[in-house]
């Protein structure tokens, strides 16, 4: 990793970093430099007693959470188990457990750094803290992290899984599902979607091919109160087909993994939003059901609770104020296929935007310019380009939503 990170730095090159390499901007691959693949180190070592696990930078989810899950433990990740811990969580990183127990970056102890400079430092709230505070949140712009520490929480059997509705019923459900969450204890975690019913065994046939609307719930509480917490969800409109109920937490994380396999051609456009208004909900109403095929989708995650008992100056990762994350997303095997797809993303993201917040998520941006990568970061930029002063003056590692390293002095 050290001789990798020195040659391309030697000779100019290009230099990506892939874990996971799920990133749609492509930033894990490159022309003519070089890529240091990190998908052989990806053990996972769990200490029960301390409740960390140690991982190495090129773990995926599914392999942490499965070796976690045979102690009864979990921490946050995204909701896909093919995604790379490191990838996903530099970023910041979200999923079924996060309003409870918080980003990925926010159970992020300790992690090992090869710098731009070729050293192996250890970053903690004590140690090179300044690059402990940039990681969390920073992307891949400081150094390669080979190892990380994460804290693990207690997470037995969860209650979870997609509830769809008609989508001729979105409105009612969206609304539902804002008021919803406004009130719903820490450990209920729900995402509202759009999709087309897939031909899957688990999907009666007379749905394939339906467009749907669906709350993906997650529910950490006692399983015996689990039903009567999700009670309202299924009230809230007829429901076309109920997939929740009791499940292991690697199972849930991985439930949609055959959906989105690598390999598929993805365009994606996001935002944070502070409010879901009566106007957005309109937008995703008229938008939302053209979801053009069974991958594609629009997720809009809830992005409250634990996440905002951090400052939004704790970690480099800004936007702790606001509510939802929302993503809209043309994924297809059929590159032919893409540009109207792309149409749809647009036209759909463009209506939302005027109701969202200006900067991005670092992880689901695409190649969107330096503007976005500022507002996106917000009042952390200038700290952050310090930090990237200090650490990789020359921008090494540049391949990323790219934080600029400070000029002045
Ligand atoms: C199907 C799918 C589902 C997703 N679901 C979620 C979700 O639920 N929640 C969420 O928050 N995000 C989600 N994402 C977005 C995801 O966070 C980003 O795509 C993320 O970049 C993926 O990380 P990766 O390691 O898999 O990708 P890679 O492409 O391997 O890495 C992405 C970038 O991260 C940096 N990087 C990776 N590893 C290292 C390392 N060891 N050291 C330093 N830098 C590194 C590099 O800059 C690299 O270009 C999803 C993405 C996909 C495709």
Not at 32 to 52: E, H, T
Not at 110 to 133: I, K, P, Q
Not at 209 to 232: F, K, M
Request: overall charge negative; hydrophobic content about 40%; some cysteine.
């Amino acid at each position: 990793m050290i001789a990798g990170v020195a040659f391309a730095r030697e000779y100019g090159l290009d230099l990506s970093v892939r874990s996971g390499g799920h990133n749609v901007a492509g930033f894990a691959t490159n022309d003519d430099g070089i890529v240091l693949d990190l998908a052989s180190m990806n053990d996972v070592r769990i200490d029960p007693d301390r409740r960390v696990a140690r991982i190495g930078g090129g773990t995926m989810f599914g392999d942490l959470d499965r070796a976690a899950w045979d102690f009864g433990l979990a921490t946050p990740d995204g909701i896909i188990s093919t995604t790379g811990v490191s990838g996903l969580g530099l970023g910041g990183g979200f999923g079924h457990l996060s309003r409870r127990f918080g980003l990925v970056i926010d159970n992020l102890r300790a992690a090992d750094v090869v710098t731009a400079d070729g050293r192996l430092v250890h970053a903690t709230a004590e140690e090179n803290s300044d690059l402990y505070w940039a990681i969390r949140g920073g992307g891949g712009n400081f150094g390669v992290v080979t190892a990380m520490e994460l804290d693990l929480h207690e997470v037995p059997t969860v209650y979870g899984g997609p509830i769809f509705y008609p989508a001729s019923e979105s409105e009612r459900v969206m609304r539902f599902y804002r008021e919803f969450m406004a009130s719903a204890p820490r450990d209920l975690s729900a995402f509202f979607a759009f999709h087309i019913a897939p031909p899957a065994p688990f999907v009666p046939e007379h749905l394939h091919g339906h467009t749907a609307c669906a709350i993906v719930v997650s529910y950490t509480g006692p399983l015996d109160g689990a039903e009567e917490a999700l009670r309202p969800v299924r009230e809230a409109a007829p429901v076309a087909l109920d997939l929740a109920g009791p499940i292991p937490y690697p199972d849930l994380n991985s439930m949609f993994d055959d959906l989105l396999p690598h390999g598929l051609r993805h365009y994606w456009k996001a935002d944070f939003v502070s409010e879901l208004t009566d106007d957005a909900i309109a937008i995703h109403v008229e938008h939302g059901p053209n979801v053009p095929t069974v991958q594609s989708l629009m997720h809009l995650y809830p992005l409250d609770g634990a996440v905002h008992d951090v400052a939004s100056n704790g970690t480099a990762f800004s936007h702790r104020d606001v509510k939802f994350v929302h993503i809209i997303a043309g994924i297809d095997a059929d590159a032919g296929a893409m540009p109207a797809h792309r149409d749809w993303v647009r036209a759909y993201w463009s209506a939302l935007h005027p109701h969202s917040l200006p900067g991005g998520y670092v992880n689901f941006l695409m190649d969107e310019g330096q503007d976005r990568v500022e507002a996106t970061y917000r009042q952390n930029y200038g700290r952050l380009s310090r930090t990237k002063r200090t650490w990789d003056p020359a921008n090494v590692f540049h391949m990323n939503q790219n934080i600029l390293p400070a000029v002045d002095s």
